[in-house]
């Protein structure tokens, strides 16, 4: 006998390093909720060693970061590469804030899904989020 | 792989220590995935060993901090601590925030703690539906304490009671009159009291005012990690400020099985450590019996911000855990739990598997539509699924 599915997206939104702007990822988090996903916030200030650790003990679909203070280009790719050697490559990773452009590319050839900018659309990011999810 | 197959690579990973294996075991059960029971089947032979503490108290009491600052304790004593923080789940969007992370960041990285968020999912208990089974797959991981936190809760999110050991209930200051409206909910279930942000105005009164409660003895009928409420009086203060009865009282106990009634000054004698209180509702009862033995809940002043009275809290944790195996009330939860959850489980197969034949004859429909145009009783209905679809 089996218990009836329900299954959740889960979604870790995240700041890394020394950025205290969080409005956009509440903002985030709030829409993700309302689209119907469990959202885990983990606050401001984190190292890349403790969001891995909270993508992995969370067991999160996505994680999706927001970066307002530029250290995006080294802290993502240390995120990233610490959830590969943990096994933990099948989530999906959201970049936003104020990333600049010439600097998108990178963080994809690092393993970001996609970079939302400034004024991306709410309903946008939700739609994404659910088409790429990859399990 | 069949649903057994992926079942037991997982729980084969999960045995060996790998955290990514228990986290989506837990995904799991929380989402009723088709390899969830026979998870949790494996699992169950490893399980019965943690001492699970529920953290329960009105939202904003603190709780998330205190558990942050009660795992770092407990870590330092050499035990490892996995924390489950139950949040609410949005009724309109079935969405959540889960925030308790937050609060948590002094043990984020450590290799002995483990901490899952987990949403209610509409369950209104103050848990979330699979707490129990979460609990489960954390105990069969081998951790030593689990620490559950409920989410902010009123007066009836008393589920925590059925499913830690012991239950510590967080208040804080300047609840005043808000006390006596809430206590006869979950101030009933505390086998521990913290009075957290006690650094404010009030922490005395506040303190006095649920020690008093505690004295009343309202508390009704001695459940499973209660004390006997004796007729006309006060309950005992067997265990109470210095809560040492733990250790010494079981012993005590099975001497006095062995011989038989004495005064209570005898017994008190009989037993180093037993309390005169403990050793008086001994001899009134005129019987070991275990389940006279008293624990009379503590209440504690914490500052979990800047940690005060933390080690005073798990010593008092553990000393509860003590007086449950000692007096026996252990092996007795065990068992109930045990019934409860056979129970549960016939109760919720049997009607699944019975609804389900009922659908596939098309009975299901007919019955209810004959109910809602009030041609046909609800009772009659149910009582017709199963004379026809119920057993093999």
């Known amino acids: ?135 | 792989m069949t649903v057994q197959q992926r079942a037991a690579e997982l729980f084969a990973r999960l045995a060996a220590g790998d955290r990514r294996a228990l986290a989506r075991g837990i995904t799991w059960v929380e989402n009723g995935a088709e390899e969830a029971t026979a998870l949790m089947r494996l699992a169950y032979p490893r399980t019965g060993r943690a001492h699970v503490v529920g953290i329960t108290g009105p939202p904003g009491a603190g709780k998330s901090t205190l558990v942050d600052r009660l795992a770092m304790e407990l870590r330092s004593r050499g035990q490892t601590v996995a924390i489950v923080a139950v949040d609410p789940t949005s009724p309109f969007s079935g969405g959540a925030i889960l925030g308790d992370r937050i609060r948590m960041q002094r043990t984020l990285t450590d290799p002995g703690v483990f901490m899952r968020s987990l949403a209610a999912r509409g369950h209104l208990g103050g848990l979330s539906p699979a707490t129990g089974e979460v609990v489960g797959l954390l105990d069969a991981f081998g951790f030593d304490v689990i620490l559950v936190e409920t989410v902010g809760a009123g007066q009836s999110e008393v589920e925590i009671m059925a499913l830690a050991h012991t239950t510590c209930v967080v208040v804080i200051p300047g609840m005043g009159d808000e006390i006596q409206a809430i206590k006869a909910g979950i101030l009933e279930i505390g086998d521990v009291f913290a009075c957290n942000k006690a650094d404010r105005e009030g922490a005395e009164r506040t303190v006095s005012e649920i020690e008093m409660m505690l004295d009343l003895g309202h508390m009704g009928k001695p459940g499973i990690n209660r004390w006997p409420v004796e007729p006309g009086g006060a309950p005992p203060k067997a265990a109470g400020a210095g809560a040492g009865a733990g250790a010494g009282v079981g012993d005590a106990l099975r001497r006095l099985d062995r011989t038989g009634h004495h005064s209570a000054e005898e017994l008190a004698g009989a037993a180093g450590h037993m309390t005169h209180a403990a050793a008086h509702v001994a001899a009134r009862h005129g019987t070991a019996n275990p389940g006279d033995v008293s624990w009379r809940p503590p209440v504690l002043k914490t500052v979990a911000k800047d940690g005060q009275g933390v080690s005073a809290l798990a010593d008092r944790l553990a000393e509860h855990l003590a007086f449950l195996k000692e007096t026996g009330r252990w092996e007795a939860r065990r068992e109930q739990d045990a019934a409860l959850r056979v129970q549960a489980l016939v109760s919720e197969w049997v009607a699944r598997a019975t609804l389900a034949r009922a659908r596939a004859a098309g009975d299901y429909e007919r019955l209810v539509r004959q109910v809602a145009e009030r041609q046909l009783d609800p009772y009659s209905a149910a009582d017709e699924i199963l004379k026809n679809h119920w057993g093999r």
């Open chain 1, 1 to 135: 006998m089996e218990a009836v599915s329900t299954r959740k997206i889960r979604v870790l939104v995240a700041k890394l390093g020394l950025d205290a702007h969080d409005r956009g990822a509440k903002v985030v988090a709030r829409a993700y909720r309302d689209a119907g996903f469990e959202v885990i916030y983990t606050g401001l200030y984190q190292r890349p060693e403790a969001v891995a650790a909270a993508a992995i003990q969370e067991d999160v679909d996505v994680v999706a970061i927001s970066s307002l203070a530029g250290a995006h280009g080294v802290l993502i790719p240390q995120l990233i590469q610490l959830l590969r050697e943990q096994g933990a490559d099948d989530i999906l990773i959201l970049a936003g804030g104020i990333i600049p452009e010439d600097e998108v590319p990178a963080l994809l050839e690092a393993g970001v899904s996609r970079v939302f900018g400034p004024g991306s659309d709410l309903d946008e990011i939700i739609e994404y989020t659910k088409v790429n999810v990859k399990r």
